[in-house]
């Protein structure tokens, strides 16, 4: 639980209490707690015996001076070095270290970088995100008492811890999807998941199921899916923030449950990360979300194709020929490549029901891990205004994205197949590249961007904000991006 404490007497304070301290400036609440404790804290502060090096974190107690039990020290380092990025890290740290319930003392953490109200903000937001825990399967589960954090500052800020909290719940449900396990999220599941939601909040949904994909000439999607006993699904959810449905943003994620590789099978070493391959489904209903919880004035379209991609007598064989919906024919020379078969299909989808931008995000291909790296998320573009407005975003949230090329030479290298318009993974080419290049040939002319999160939506380990596993990678990135155009 996370809530606003307007007053606060120190004498008098229950809850243990967090202070960030600069080496080189003091706030006056930290004054008023210097005094109760009898000037030990500025004292031991002078003579060096408790660091205020970024990230340390010092308990010392109090015993009895004032009632708190236990004051938490923390350090912030030199005023002028301290940025919104390493403010999240701290509040995210201190959330993970501290044991019963704490007030922290949100002006100490000021540094005139950012208002008080930004501040609360990212200190719920990083609160939310660095106590996230996976949900398991254990049968015996360990019961541990939720930690209580009350937020003091004298400024009202009731309304910015709530957007910090959705952000980092809607960044956590993208977490906690991908963390799901190929059999217990399957395209139906995910399919109902999304349909709950969107019933709640009363959105329209419209779930296409196998029959009227059929009809609709989804051949992309009905062909990865071949291989598989559980039905496809393509997951559709309008939201309307203005009056009139117009100047439309797609939200187009990657829903595939599992991927085996298909035929062009993938090593038996790490494939169980496979179940991680909706990611960018996860992601796009996570920023869905924050947008519907705080009734942005935009217009939205959440475009999910989701099934996941086996192998069986009936499977796709590399060879093959499908026709996408847009009326493509692809050559699939390589069963793997199937994230861009199935996008294909979500992408002119999309387009036909009305969207004016296109954000896609996939957890595409392995080539973006090689190029980028676990942090930094491959993103893609044909239109550089709408990326630049991205970007912006991307630096208020502290999400890592690099601008990758496309030239009209990458779309000839898709289109060198003998047999159909498109070959679907081009060999001894730029992998992450090729992916994008498939991808801008059923976008077209719409304004798109593509995030190409293999290596970023999946934490190989800790991190400050969460746990190892899901991320929810650029759910708050978009969010964010359509505050900033509402
Ligand atoms: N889902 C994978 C990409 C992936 C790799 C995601 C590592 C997360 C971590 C995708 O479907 C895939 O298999 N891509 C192939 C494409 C290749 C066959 C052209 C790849 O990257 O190897
Ligand atoms: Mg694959
Ligand atoms: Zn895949």
């Known amino acids: 639980m996370i809530q606003f404490k307007s007053n606060l007497n120190i004498k008098n304070e229950q809850t243990n209490l967090v202070v960030g301290v600069f080496s080189d400036l003091s706030h006056e609440i930290i004054n008023q707690l210097d005094k109760s404790l009898n000037k030990r804290l500025s004292s031991s502060l002078k003579e060096r015996l408790m660091p205020t090096k970024l990230g340390d974190i010092t308990p010392i107690y109090p015993l009895g001076q004032i009632e708190s039990k236990k004051v938490y020290i923390v350090g912030l380092g030199q005023s002028s070095q301290f940025t919104v990025e390493k403010c999240r890290q701290t509040f995210g740290k201190i959330a993970k270290s501290v044991k019963d319930d704490v007030t922290i003392l949100l002006e100490t953490f000021d540094c005139k970088e950012v208002s008080i109200n930004e501040l609360a903000m990212i200190c719920s937001e990083a609160i939310t995100l660095a106590t996230y825990k996976m949900k398991t399967y254990k049968t015996e589960q360990k019961s541990t008492?939720?930690?209580n954090f009350f937020i003091h500052c004298d400024t009202e800020i009731t309304e910015d811890l709530n957007r910090g909290i959705v952000y980092g719940e809607a960044t956590n449900s993208a977490r906690q999807l991908l963390n799901e396990p190929g059999n217990k999220l399957t395209a139906t599941d995910l399919a109902n998941t999304i349909a709950k939601f969107a019933n709640e909040n009363e959105l329209e949904v419209r779930i296409v199921e196998k029959d009227e994909m059929e009809q609709l000439g989804m051949g992309g999607i009905l062909g990865v899916n071949r291989g598989s006993v559980e039905p496809p699904k393509m997951i559709v959810v309008k939201y309307q923030g203005t009056p009139r449905f117009e100047n439309v943003t797609a939200l187009v994620g990657k829903g595939l449950t599992f991927d085996t590789g298909g035929y062009c099978l993938k090593p038996r070493a790490g494939m169980e990360a496979m179940k991680g391959d909706m990611g960018?489904?996860?992601?796009?209903?996570?920023?869905?979300?924050?947008?519907?919880r705080l009734k942005l004035p935009v217009n939205l379209l959440l475009v999910i194709p989701s099934t996941d991609n086996m192998i069986s007598g009936d499977a796709i064989k590399p060879g093959d020929i499908l026709t996408t919906m847009s009326g493509k024919?692809?050559?699939v020379t390589n069963t793997d490549a199937e994230g861009r078969l199935i996008l294909a299909d979500g992408i002119t989808f999309a387009k036909h029901l009305g969207a004016s931008k296109i954000i896609d995000l996939a957890t595409l291909t392995g080539a973006i891990v090689a190029a980028l790296g676990s942090e930094t998320t491959g993103a893609f573009t044909n239109n550089d205004a709408f990326f630049a407005e991205f970007q912006k975003a991307a630096d208020s949230t502290n999400e890592y994205i690099w601008q990758m090329p496309l030239f009209p030479r990458d779309q000839k290298s898709l289109r060198n197949s003998d047999v159909a318009d498109?070959?679907?993974?081009?060999?001894?080419?730029?992998?992450?590249?090729?992916a994008a290049a498939f991808l801008k040939e059923f976008v077209e002319d719409t304004p798109w961007i593509h995030l190409d999160i293999a290596g970023t939506a999946d934490a190989k380990a800790a991190h400050d904000l969460g746990p190892k596993g899901g991320t929810g990678v650029m759910v708050r990135t978009i969010a964010r991006y359509l505050e900033q155009q509402a």
């Open 145 to 147: 008492e939720p930690t």
């Open 280 to 292: 960018g489904a996860a992601s796009a209903f996570g920023a869905f979300q924050i947008a519907v």
């Open 422 to 434: 498109l070959n679907n993974a081009p060999v001894g080419k730029p992998g992450a590249i090729m």
């Open 329 to 331: 024919t692809v050559e």
